[in-house]
């Protein structure tokens, strides 16, 4: 069943390789994107890639307000390298109005100040990929997983070897290993949403459970 969304108008300032592929996805999920860029030379690739740019210093208070920021449901500003540039632009986009403004941060000090000037969201991609990396290679019963708050996230794994067999009654899933089973899938391509206490394990299942970092780990360690 393919999932209907409301289209979002959304501007990304900065088309850098993490800026183009966001901007790409994004239209790509059918969403209205328009891009910016300061620089001439990249007019041709981004002129081809999206419908709708820009090659413009956003970082002229003019240049940003023509765009029409308060429109856009969300903003983007996915510059690389100039921070100061990311300040500014970040710090002009709340001051026209802007709804949702989402910042890239290349480093952890940047946080804090694109807090402090009221950027909605801060993003720090080379520091959330190597986290993920580092958690999903910690062990090789982890295939995915992605974050919900602080303390608890989404697992995909593999069912422990000493679950097999047994049901999720029999096992007191919760109250023993502090996950909730949200869904099983097995090597038939069966998903099962929400498995009851009767629910048995076999072999090749793939579970999809809630939990807190530690308790995962614990489990999948077994």
């Known amino acids: 069943m393919k999932i209907k969304h409301k289209t979002k108008s959304i501007l990304v300032i900065g088309i850098g390789r993490f800026g183009k592929h966001l901007a790409m996805k994004m239209q790509e999920l059918g969403n209205y994107v328009m891009v910016v860029d300061m620089k001439k030379q990249l007019e041709q690739d981004i002129s081809l890639t999206f419908n709708d740019y820009m090659i413009g210093d956003c970082t002229n208070e003019n240049v940003l307000g023509a765009l029409g920021v308060s429109n856009f449901d969300m903003c983007f500003v996915t510059i690389g390298k100039n921070f100061e540039a990311s300040i500014v632009i970040t710090s ?116 999809v459970l809630m939990g807190k970092g530690n308790d995962v780990f614990s489990l999948t360690s077994q």
């Open 92 to 207: 002009f986009l709340k001051k026209l109005g802007a709804k949702y403004v989402v910042t890239k941060a290349s480093r952890d000090i940047q946080i804090e100040v694109l807090k402090k000037i009221g950027a909605d969201e801060i993003v720090y991609p080379e520091r959330e990929f190597a986290e993920k990396l580092a958690i999903r290679y910690n062990t090789s019963h982890i295939f995915d997983f992605f974050d919900l708050t602080s303390d608890y996230s989404i697992f995909e794994i593999a069912v422990p070897s000493n679950w097999v067999g047994k049901k999720i009654g029999m096992l007191d899933v919760h109250r023993n290993y502090i996950v909730n089973i949200l869904v099983v899938k097995n090597g038939t391509g069966v998903v099962r949403p929400m498995p009851d206490a009767n629910y048995e394990f076999r072999n090749g299942d793939i579970l």
